[in-house]
């Protein structure tokens, strides 16, 4: 990959002004960091996108020929269209530079590619004859099935009042996970939380003694957990559990703070989940009654028997 770039730099006489790179990379941070949790691992997702000064926005990074040019202003924009799950991590040099290439030479690859007469390679005839197939069937689904799909809102409203309990918010609980190395030290927290201790103050003591011992967590009951059938079935708020050892011998001391129960959705709150799910089903009984057709023209016949004999391997992996 490195070799073909390297050609394609040349050809497009790309260079890169890494003092610019420099200094964009300085702006942007971390996009996605785990951060190590007493009670489990979390991921948090740093949406924000840096803001440059309207005279800083038109500063050069690559340059290549016939004018081509690619601004900082041009970074930004790429960048805020990816989605903030899939941003790169754009907080050094080599960084900027590398998701600025695949931009800029993406055009070159396919000229490059036609030029190998790559085109008529299996290993891309292949792959291209199944994606055409794939939006031939996709095509005719639209107009055979999907186009002739419609939900009244009266259909909406029956459904509704059928599924009541569908609709639903999840049972919330916020509580407190703080750890000790001991079942004493553990003992001696739950016996302050009993006496009346709030786990805030109790954390940020311990944080001022420069420890981090826990936390305070949120968690709806679909969020799958460690101890989840003590929060939302054993403990009621204020209550309180001593759990442990770990594998590390740690102790757990929880305190259950609030729990809402959840509530009903109005019909108005659903009516979009209800729309999709009606559509889905129309859609499918539409699709079979289509198969259905469409089978009495040719000769099906099914072999589960055979299916084992089917080796399942990619013939491009040795």
């Known amino acids: 990959m490195e070799k073909l770039l390297a050609v394609l730099r040349l050809q497009n006489q790309l260079v890169y002004d890494t003092t610019n790179a420099t200094f964009a990379a300085s702006k942007f941070r971390e996009t996605v960091k785990y951060s190590p949790d007493p009670m489990s691992a979390s991921m948090e997702i ?4 840096p803001e440059f000064a309207p005279e800083d926005t038109s500063r050069l990074i690559a340059r290549w020929r016939n004018g081509g040019r690619y601004s900082l202003g041009d970074l930004i924009h790429a960048y805020t269209d990816v989605p903030p799950l899939l941003r790169p991590t754009l907080n050094r040099t080599e960084a900027v530079i590398g998701f600025i290439e695949t931009i ?4 070159s690859i396919a ?4 030029q190998k007469g790559l085109e008529k390679d299996p290993l891309v005839t292949g792959p291209m004859q199944q994606k055409l197939e794939e939006v031939m069937v996709e095509h005719m689904y639209q107009d055979s099935v999907f186009t002739k799909i419609w939900v009244s809102k009266d259909e909406r409203k029956a459904y509704y009042q059928k599924n009541l309990p569908q609709f639903f918010t999840f049972a919330t609980v916020r509580y407190a996970a ?3 190395p001991s079942k004493a030290g553990a003992d001696s927290v739950e016996k302050a939380l009993k ?4 786990a805030e103050a109790l954390l940020a003591a311990d944080s001022v003694a420069g420890r981090v011992s826990g936390s305070i967590q949120t968690r709806q009951q679909n969020e799958q957990g460690p101890y989840q059938k003590a929060l939302f079935e054993e403990m009621r708020p204020g209550d309180t559990q ?3 050892p770990d594998r590390n011998g740690d102790y757990a001391v929880l305190q259950v703070l609030s729990y809402d129960g959840g509530r009903q959705l109005s019909f108005e709150e659903s009516e979009q989940m209800i729309d999709e799910s009606l559509q889905n089903q129309k859609s499918e009984k539409a699709l079979n009654e289509l198969i259905a057709r469409l089978q009495k023209r040719y000769d099906v016949a099914m072999r589960p028997e055979k299916l084992m004999l089917v080796k399942l391997v990619d013939p491009t992996v040795d």
Not at 111 to 114: L, S
Request: no cysteine.
């Open 242 to 244: 001593v759990r442990g």
């Open 104 to 107: 800029v030479l993406e055009p």
């Open 178 to 180: 703080i750890t000790r």
């Open 195 to 198: 006496a009346g201790m709030k």
């Open 111 to 114: 000229e490059y590619g036609a």
């Open 46 to 49: 740093d949406a924000a996108v």
